[in-house]
């Protein structure tokens, strides 16, 4: 797997999923001998099952520790530390860990109990758990989801779980952005694991998932996060943390010349889109036809944009999405499948920052 590539899953069955999207990535290759240490970094912020849209999925968990096992890995270890205020055991129970890491007998560590070093990152000093610090292969498994104060989060803020909780609460003080891009200069990102099975619409606790039931796979975690930017409809240079780390050499920001690899087409899923409050408000303004999850959950974001810009009213015709809409004719839709109505945004999905853009010009009125 190259640094500029994107891998792309659809479907519901996660953990077998994760294990295709890792072959994918010939992950084998990437870490190299077996005696590796390696580690595994979810998200688990808070004491909340991932169906929240706060926490990584245990599926995914699951299926990695399986395919490193099949591959003759051993040294694994899963680390976490919640972000303070919550016990990092109650998020590890919480999120089902417990019976995972039971059945292939890998270990937790809960960073919230280890020591620390001081590191000069970038100009920054800057402190780091020793029990990351120690590993050879860190494998970052962020949700892809919004963030109150820095817009989005995933791979690159995934990394604060790897420093002490008197850091944590020092990044706030420095406003998140800066330090943030300065730690990725120290913190390991070998292979990133995106869960954006269901992640929160806004808020990194979780509490209004949209339903994308799509998992990815990154080298860069700044494309990466550039690209997460992008699917829920902002730019990245929206996002200080992530231009910053790209000019402190983290990785690149060019999604325009990403390859992105897909194992699989959008699937339609069997079983209805579940919604929350806000995301059943703005739902209202769509009209779903066998709407594939990734492409209906990029239309919520782009909607959410839209409503930020006070675009939204009540009596705006909704706009039609899904493969029911193949070979109909109408007046605005998303996606591939609405390529004969008389306005029509192409790609399967296309991504939410295309559509705001597309909806802006040709729906709003």
């Known amino acids: ?22 072959e994918a990535a010939n992950l084998e290759a990437l870490i190299g001998t077996k005696d590796k240490k390696i580690g595994l970094k979810p998200n688990l912020v808070v004491a909340k099952p991932a169906s929240s849209g706060a926490t990584t999925h245990p599926e995914l968990l699951a299926g990695t520790i399986e395919y490193l096992q099949d591959h003759g890995f051993k040294n694994i270890t899963v680390m976490e530390g919640s972000w303070v205020g919550e016990n990092t055991d109650r998020a590890f129970d919480a999120c089902g860990y417990g019976a995972v890491l039971r059945k292939y007998n890998v270990p937790f560590f809960d960073l919230k109990q280890d020591s620390y070093k001081e590191y000069d990152g970038a100009g920054m000093k800057l402190k780091v758990c020793d029990a990351p610090a120690s590993l050879d292969f860190m494998i970052n498994m962020p949700v892809l989801k ?19 909780d008197s850091e944590k609460r020092r990044y706030h003080t420095m406003g998140l952005h800066k330090p943030i891009a300065h730690l990725n200069t120290i913190a390991r990102n070998d292979f990133i694991l995106v869960d954006n099975i269901c992640g929160d ?14 998992i990815l796979g990154f080298r860069d975690p700044v494309l990466c996060d550039a690209f997460v930017c992008e699917a829920m409809g902002y730019r990245s240079d929206d996002v200080d943390y992530v231009v910053l780390a790209e000019k402190l050499g983290v990785g690149s920001r060019d999604t325009k010349n990403a390859v992105i690899t897909r194992i699989n087409d959008s699937v339609m899923e069997d079983k209805p889109f579940p919604m929350t409050g806000r995301v059943k408000r703005l739902a209202a303004f769509a009209e779903p036809k066998d709407a594939c999850s990734a492409c209906y959950g990029s239309l919520i974001y782009a909607l959410d944009r839209l409503s930020d810009k006070g675009m939204l009213h009540k009596g705006m015709k909704p706009i039609s999405i899904g493969q029911g809409y193949k070979g109909e004719k109408g007046a605005v839709g998303i996606g591939s499948c609405t390529r004969c109505f008389e306005k029509s945004l192409a790609g399967c999905p296309p991504k939410a920052v295309d559509m705001a853009a597309f909806l802006e010009e040709e729906w709003v009125k």
């Open 1 to 22: 797997m190259e640094k500029n590539e994107i891998l792309m899953i659809h479907g519901t069955n996660y953990k077998a999923m994760t294990k295709q999207i890792l």
């Open 201 to 214: 619409l806004d808020f990194e606790e979780g509490g209004n998932p949209v339903v994308m039931n799509r």
């Open 146 to 164: 919004g963030h109150c104060q820095t817009t989005i989060t995933c791979a690159l803020k995934n990394n604060k779980g790897v420093i002490p």
